[in-house]
């Protein structure tokens, strides 16, 4: 997440500015305007802070390597990435990637199309570095990199509009992507970049897409945006040979459908064969920007929400029936001032509040969020 221009309030003097998951998200680092911390979340019940850097004022990103003592911390708007053997650092118009073990620079690519997010991904898998970065600053161009042998692997056109978010699975086999439009994100095969899915977010309304996740397994993808919902995908082929053995009506209609298709425009095809959320969570909140996760967290499923009004999220994710997530801890965990200690921020009623506004988990000993992440 990256910070905005802060709306007055009493987080003005202290907020938070960013937030992100580690590559396995066992924990959640925040920036802030006093340094960062380090958050574990291998528990659903508590936030341990479980440590504090103060080396730099104005923190605007903060990356944890999996759960190692390695953390790179920018007080610029300098977006990086980094994994077990690179570290990239990207800029509006050029990318630099390093060897993270020496930190020796091992290849500059510039002129690179107009980044000014500063969007990229890096594939976090032992086996090969995949960095994906825009390919062109006016429609959905991905360029998929290899920052180990320092080539261009492919090209992928992946959607009309410019690009705003991009996401690779565990193994680096998978790329997630969605456009500045916000209304379909589509899946690719890594490196060959063929399309293997395409999930439609909505069609009334065009959003910005804030972030994507794969689950561990990539049976999964979540995608939040600055709307009250997130949603999760799952990934799934449909078996042809499913329906041929199905006499149902609904399979009669699909066959139906599967055929007329062919003699529609592409653009009414295509949305005929996207598939919709399997599962969804509806925020109390609008037009906040936040970041997503998919976890397993005490044996269960999980999904993770940090929204910039200062708040940890965890839902609990049925993954056969899907639906509506359910908020692990509906107490109302209001921000405590800042003189609380952190064992009183977590001390919960022994019982739910009367009201049904379902609220999140707030971070330790701080305000909310100063803006917009």
Known sequence: MESQDAPDGPAEDRGFICASFNQDTTSLSVGTKAGYQLFSVTAVDKLDCIHEGVEGPDVYIVERLFSSSLVVVVSLSMPRRMNVQRLVVCLEESIYIHNIKDMKLLKTLLNTPINLSGLCALSVNHGNSYLAYPGSATIGEITIYDANNLSTVTLIQAHDSPLAALTFNASGTKLASASEKGTVIRVFSIPEGQRLFEFRRGMKRYVSISSLSFSADAQFLCASSNTETVHIFKLEQHSPSQDEESPTWSAYVG??????????????????????A???VRLNMFGLKNICALATIQKLPRLLVASSDGYLYIYNVDPQDGGECVLENPEDVSPQPASQSYAATVALPSTPPSSTTLMGRPFPNHQPFQGSP
């Open 278 to 280: 399997f599962a969804t």
């Open 255 to 276: 066959k139906m459908f599967t055929a007329a298709s062919t003699y529609l425009p592409t653009q009414v095809s295509d949305m005929m064969h996207q598939d919709r």
